[in-house]
C-alpha cells in the first residue's frame, strides 16, 4: 500500500470493486469517481489532523497514533502524515530522504505505471490526493498494472524495471540520494517514459533556499536534461486559452484547438523550444489572461516533450487544484500522455515521431 494518504487506498482499491469499462465511458468513469469519492476525501485530509508518520523505513501501514499524554516536540501543526498539520498546503516540515524501498504487491503485473509524489518542498495536499486517485482511476480503466508511492527508495533498478511509465506528479524539493537519482536516470535512458506534472517542474529555487528547504533545481540533470527548464514563479489562479500547437500529436487527442480553462500558469526560466530535440506541444496565450510578472511574452509553453536517450519525456504545467483533475479535458490529456508513454516505452526514442 503506497503512502499517499486518503485518496490513493480508495484508488488502489478500484481493480477490486469495479471492472474496467470500455473505452467510451472511461472518461465519465473517472470524472464521476473522482467528484463522488477522491476530491471529497481530499478535503477532509487537507481539514483533519492525521496521526504522527513513522520514520520512512517502518511498514507503512503501521502507523501509529499520536500519544496524547507525552508532550509533542513541535506544534501540532506538524502532525499529519503530509507534514502540514491543518493546512491544505505549505512548505513540508522535517523533509527527509528515504532508504527502504516500499514494498511492492505481490500480484504487481510488471510493465505498469510507478505514480510517485514524493514533497520536500512546497505541497498541496488536496491536488495531490486528486491527482493520484485520477491517474490511478485512468489506469483501471485501461487495465494497467499502478503503484501509487511518496517513498523515494522506489528508484532503485530492481523496482524500476518492473515499470514502463514513472509519473513525478507534483513532486517537490530534492527527493532522491544520489544512488537513487544514478538509478532513475540510468532507467530512462535505457528506454523508460517520464511523465511530469505541473509542481514536477521544479521549485523556485530563491524560494526553497530562503525556507531552509531543498529544491528539484538542486539537481541540475533532472532540470536541464529531464525537464528542459525551471520553473520560476507563477500568476494567480484565473482563465486562460491554451492553444494547441501540435494537433496530430497522440498527446492531444481529443483536445480542443483553443483550450479555454483556469489554471495557475507557471512561467520558466527559459522556452524549451530553443533546445535540440524538444517538440512544443501547447502554450498559452498571455492576452488572454493578466500573468503580472510571470510572462513569457510570445512563446510561453505548457507542455513539451523530448527524448532522454532511448526514453520518454513529457512534462505538463497543468493542474494546480485538486478539483481539475476533475475536469474531462483535463483526464483525457492524463489519459493520453499515459498511453503514449506507455505504447513508446521500450522502443527506442526519434526527436522526429509524433
Request: aromatic letters at 6%.
Given at each position: 500500500m503506497s503512502k499517499a494518504g486518503h485518496a490513493a487506498p480508495v484508488a488502489l482499491h478500484l481493480a477490486k470493486a469495479f471492472p474496467p469499462h470500455k473505452s467510451g465511458s472511461r472518461l465519465r468513469f473517472v470524472r464521476n469517481f473522482l467528484l463522488c469519492f477522491a476530491l471529497p476525501l481530499s478535503v477532509i485530509s487537507a481539514q483533519t489532523p492525521q496521526p504522527t508518520p513513522q520514520p520512512s523505513?517502518?511498514?507503512?501501514?503501521?502507523?501509529?497514533?499520536?500519544?496524547?499524554?507525552?508532550?509533542?516536540?513541535?506544534?501540532?501543526?506538524?502532525?499529519?502524515?503530509?507534514?502540514?498539520?491543518?493546512?491544505?498546503?505549505?512548505?513540508?516540515?522535517?523533509?527527509?530522504?528515504?532508504?527502504?524501498?516500499p514494498q511492492l504487491p505481490a500480484d504487481l503485473i510488471p510493465g505498469g505505471v510507478l505514480i510517485f509524489a514524493k514533497t520536500l518542498g512546497y505541497r498541496d495536499e488536496p491536488a495531490i490526493q486528486a491527482s493520484n486517485a485520477a491517474l490511478a482511476a485512468i489506469a483501471h480503466e485501461h487495465g494497467w498494472p499502478y503503484f501509487i508511492t511518496e517513498n523515494g527508495a522506489v528508484m532503485n533498478p530492481g523496482q524500476l524495471a518492473k515499470f514502463k511509465l514513472v509519473i513525478w506528479n507534483n513532486a517537490s524539493g530534492d527527493p532522491l540520494n544520489d544512488e537513487q537519482k544514478a538509478a532513475f536516470k540510468a532507467?530512462?535512458?535505457?528506454?523508460?517514459?517520464?511523465?511530469?506534472?505541473?509542481?514536477?517542474?521544479?521549485?523556485?529555487?530563491?524560494?526553497?533556499?530562503?525556507?531552509?528547504?531543498?529544491?528539484?533545481?538542486?539537481?541540475?540533470?533532472?532540470?536541464?536534461?529531464?525537464?528542459?527548464?525551471?520553473?520560476?514563479?507563477?500568476?494567480?489562479?484565473?482563465?486562460?486559452?491554451?492553444?494547441?500547437?501540435?494537433?496530430?500529436?497522440?498527446?492531444?487527442?481529443?483536445?480542443?484547438?483553443?483550450?479555454?480553462?483556469?489554471?495557475e500558469w507557471y512561467s520558466f526560466d527559459s522556452s524549451p523550444r530553443g533546445k535540440l530535440g524538444f517538440h512544443i506541444v501547447a502554450t498559452v496565450d498571455e492576452k488572454s489572461y493578466a500573468p503580472g510578472s510571470a510572462t513569457m511574452g510570445t512563446d510561453h509553453p505548457l507542455i513539451w516533450w523530448h527524448c532522454v536517450g532511448q526514453g520518454h519525456a513529457v512534462y505538463s504545467a497543468l493542474g494546480h487544484a485538486g478539483s481539475f483533475y476533475a475536469e474531462p479535458l483535463m483526464i483525457q490529456f492524463l489519459d493520453n500522455a499515459m498511453s503514449w508513454g506507455l505504447a513508446e516505452s521500450g522502443k527506442g526514442c526519434r526527436a522526429s515521431k509524433p
Open positions: 523505513g517502518q511498514s507503512q501501514q503501521q502507523i501509529q497514533p499520536a500519544q496524547p499524554n507525552q508532550p509533542s516536540p513541535r506544534p501540532p501543526r506538524n502532525w499529519g502524515p503530509n507534514g502540514l498539520g491543518n493546512a491544505a498546503s505549505g512548505l513540508v516540515m522535517n523533509p527527509t530522504q528515504d532508504t527502504v524501498p532507467w530512462i535512458e535505457a528506454g523508460g517514459s517520464f511523465l511530469g506534472i505541473h509542481g514536477a517542474g521544479g521549485d523556485p529555487v530563491r524560494e526553497q533556499a530562503r525556507n531552509g528547504h531543498s529544491s528539484l533545481a538542486d539537481w541540475k540533470w533532472y532540470i536541464d536534461d529531464l525537464i528542459g527548464a525551471q520553473f520560476i514563479v507563477h500568476s494567480t489562479i484565473q482563465p486562460g486559452d491554451i492553444h494547441i500547437e501540435d494537433h496530430r500529436s497522440a498527446l492531444t487527442k481529443g483536445l480542443p484547438l483553443n483550450w479555454h480553462r483556469t489554471e
